[in-house]
């Protein structure tokens, strides 16, 4: 993502979204995991950020059950080590009823502000990664980000197109196989289509992120 000289090695996505084995009554999801070459900066700035993914995925309630045992054991323990961060997240949270739709139930929950800004800029940079990883070659141009965690509270409009955007993607992804060799925890596909290049993650089985390259 820069003309930096590599100076160390990142994993691409954070190896803190993959459950260690004492979490895991000894399952190993840490396998083949994606490594690529990074800048001092880079590198310490990625980490900062993909900090703030290993709070927000499996807090969400788009998660299989790897991402709520990542929850009860790695996540509660870094609140306790830091309880400002558990603040953090409930600065602004509301109160909510959702309906699930496949069940036709509904259930309270909590909703979290999220830093959309930070959660796209960590997106970018685990896509920039694999691109590289795929490719041997860098991509420095312009990436948008789409995430299927995240709702809009007072706008259907959006969500709507944010839907919109995934069932569109889907169109073009649905013949490329999904890779990843710790699927549960992540997976990824990906599909070019002229000028546009998609990289979908998924964690834990359900939460979505999309990143859209836009080639020259
Ligand atoms: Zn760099």
Redesign the pocket.
């Known amino acids: 993502?820069?003309e930096?000289v590599a100076t160390s090695q990142e994993h691409a996505p954070p190896k803190c979204i993959f459950p260690e084995q004492k979490d895991t009554d000894g399952v190993d999801y840490r396998k083949n995991l994606i490594k690529v070459p990074?800048?001092d900066?880079?590198n310490t700035e990625k980490s900062t950020e993909d900090e703030y993914l290993m709070y927000i995925l499996p807090t969400s309630i788009a998660t299989n059950n790897v991402g709520i045992n990542q929850f009860l054991t790695k996540v509660q323990r870094a609140i306790k080590r830091n309880p400002g961060i558990a603040f953090n997240l409930s600065q602004g949270a509301q109160k909510v009823i959702v309906h699930d739709t496949e069940k036709n139930s509904w259930f309270e929950a909590l909703a979290i502000r999220m830093d959309m800004e930070r959660v796209r800029k960590v997106i970018e940079m685990n896509a920039r990664a694999i691109f590289f990883k795929l490719h041997k070659e860098k991509f420095l141009g312009p990436i948008k980000v789409y995430t299927n965690f995240s709702l809009k509270l007072d706008s259907t409009e959006q969500n709507n197109f944010q839907e919109k955007i995934f069932n569109m993607s889907e169109l073009l992804l649905r013949s490329y196989q999904l890779q990843g060799e710790n699927q549960d925890v992540f997976a990824y596909r990906i599909a070019r289509n002229g000028d546009i290049e998609l990289i979908e993650f998924t964690f834990y089985g359900i939460s979505k992120a999309l990143a859209v390259l836009q080639h020259d």
């Open positions: 993502m820069c930096c990074s800048c900066m880079h």
